[in-house]
């Protein structure tokens, strides 16, 4: 258990439908990352928050947008969802020890 | 842009046998880091290299990072089925705090 709490774990949707991601981080973690894995793809970086503020961004379409509360939990809305979001979405904290990231079991989207 | 490659993209070998996956960055980097993920599970931190030349050993893992800080690898001695698996490698991208750019990961597949 990496700590890093995500939901929901499963989710099928229809295109053209919107979702909401949720990703709490591991306590005492101010940061989440937000990554993308498709099938037997690698981890495509999509956005990174720090105590609330975006810190970077990746490749992250325009439909898709996150964000982090003030109690830290992020949420990543999706929008106008295509066949091709179908995937794998990870969130993770980082550790201060190696600036290590600690992983979400992850939220797999199907969309159909 | 920055880029992490690593090969093979896929192995199998026989249990018992040795296995190497290699990491090659398209820049210097300050760190890299070695994730595993497992199959239908989420990537596990499993060291990080921060010196030239540096070598880590964790019971059958050895890592390396290289003289030049953009390649690594790791060996893993003696394979075993729980050795199965997708290995990561990832360095932090430069000049952007906290990033992390992980390679396409390399897939191991162990035949008992």
């Known amino acids: 258990d990496s700590g890093v709490t995500q939901t929901p774990k499963h989710l099928i949707t229809a295109t053209g439908q919107r979702v909401t991601l949720r990703c709490s981080p591991r306590?005492?973690?101010?940061?989440v990352y937000w990554y993308q894995q498709s099938l037997d793809q690698g981890l495509q970086f999509l956005i990174h928050?720090?105590?609330?503020?975006?810190?970077a961004k990746g490749n992250i379409l325009e439909r898709f947008s996150a964000q982090q509360f003030p109690d830290l939990h992020s949420e990543l809305n999706l929008s106008s969802l295509e066949l091709g979001d179908s995937a794998l979405y990870f969130c993770?904290?980082?550790?201060?020890?190696?600036?290590?990231?600690?992983f979400g079991e992850g939220s797999r989207l199907t969309v159909l | 842009g920055q880029q992490v490659m690593q090969i093979p993209q896929y192995q199998h070998v026989q249990e018992g046998e040795d296995f190497t996956t290699y990491c090659n960055s398209s820049t210097t980097l300050s760190n890299i880091q070695w994730y595993k993920q497992r199959p239908g599970g989420h990537p596990v931190f499993l060291i990080q290299l921060v010196k030239s030349g540096e070598v880590k050993k964790q019971k059958r893992l050895t890592f390396q990072f290289g003289e030049a800080k953009k390649n690594s690898s790791l060996h893993i001695t003696a394979t075993q089925t729980t050795d199965v698996g997708t290995y990561f490698c990832a360095g932090p991208r430069t000049g952007n705090t906290g990033k992390l750019i992980f390679g396409q990961g390399t897939t191991l597949q162990v035949k008992p």
């Open positions: 928050y720090y105590n609330g503020e975006e810190r």
């Open positions: 993770a904290s980082m550790g201060t020890t190696a600036g290590e990231l600690f």
């Open positions: 306590s005492g973690d101010l940061s």
